[in-house]
């Protein structure tokens, strides 16, 4: 299969949402936050991850996408003729280090306001928050600061995987090492470290192992 490997683009949101979308359909975490399933509003929740996408893009996060992509002389595997080229097959979506010393800028404080303010749009052309368990999902904020707090202790910031996932059509073929390594390789050039959270124990821990993580705590929400 011939994957490249390409930084977000405007036009790539809605393949990325999908991708997103589908990977996490069973997670953990995702089940727990949307625990209605008669509540799930998809398209709610696809002008969410929209929404975040925009904001990555607008605030120059290191978010890169895999996409199917094809030499006219290749020939096809099952995977890509039932997959197009073009086709987002895997989302690696950071966040750059932020020192904690630091202010904030003013560009990427408007552009939380901006992100805010899409939100408020999509509550009300949804009339809410799409099944969300927006209890549930404060826990979750809450519960992740204070780890972040004791966690990182290294005064320049982390870059933070917020997001890694693989359509499972496409898994452990490489893609989602190759979506990860964009980032780690900048990572290490700049001698900085990384950080991620997984909800599913298994089998990412030993994925993340392999590429070079280190469990340091288990969360419990
Ligand atoms: C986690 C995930 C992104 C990994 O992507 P992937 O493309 O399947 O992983 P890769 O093929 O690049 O494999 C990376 C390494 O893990 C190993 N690996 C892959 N799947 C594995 C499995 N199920 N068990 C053990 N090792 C595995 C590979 O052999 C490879 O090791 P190597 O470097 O020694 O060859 C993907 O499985 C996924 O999308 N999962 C669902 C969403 C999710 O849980 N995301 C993470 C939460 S943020």
């Excluded at 992509?69 to 997959?83: S, W």
């Excluded at 359509?167 to 700049?190: H, I, P, T, W, Y």
């Amino acid at each position: 299969m011939a994957i490249e490997i390409v930084p977000l683009a405007q036009g790539d949101i809605p393949g990325a949402v999908d991708c997103v979308q589908k990977a996490f359909s069973d997670d953990p975490y995702f089940r727990w936050a949307f625990d209605d399933p008669s509540k799930f509003n998809i398209q709610r929740n696809a002008a969410s991850l929209a929404a975040h996408f925009q904001y990555g893009i607008n605030c120059d996060c290191p978010i890169y996408v895999a996409k199917i992509t094809r030499a006219a002389n290749e020939t096809k595997n099952d995977l890509e003729v039932r997959l197009p080229p073009g086709t987002v097959v895997g989302v690696g979506w950071w966040y750059s280090p932020q020192a904690p010393s630091r202010p904030q800028t003013w560009s990427v404080w408007a552009q939380e306001w901006l992100l805010s303010f899409r939100q408020l749009m999509n509550n009300i052309l949804f009339f809410g928050r799409g099944g969300l368990n927006v209890r549930r999902y404060w826990i979750w904020k809450q519960v992740q600061q204070t780890a972040h707090d004791s966690i990182w202790q290294d005064p320049r910031g982390y870059y933070f995987c917020n997001v890694v996932g693989v359509n499972s059509e496409a898994r452990g073929m490489g893609v989602g090492k190759k979506l990860m390594e964009r980032v780690m390789e900048k990572a290490d050039q700049e001698g900085m470290p990384c950080y991620l959270e997984s909800s599913k124990g298994y089998p990412n821990v030993c994925i993340y192992e392999k590429m070079g993580f280190e469990l340091v705590r288990e969360i419990d929400i």
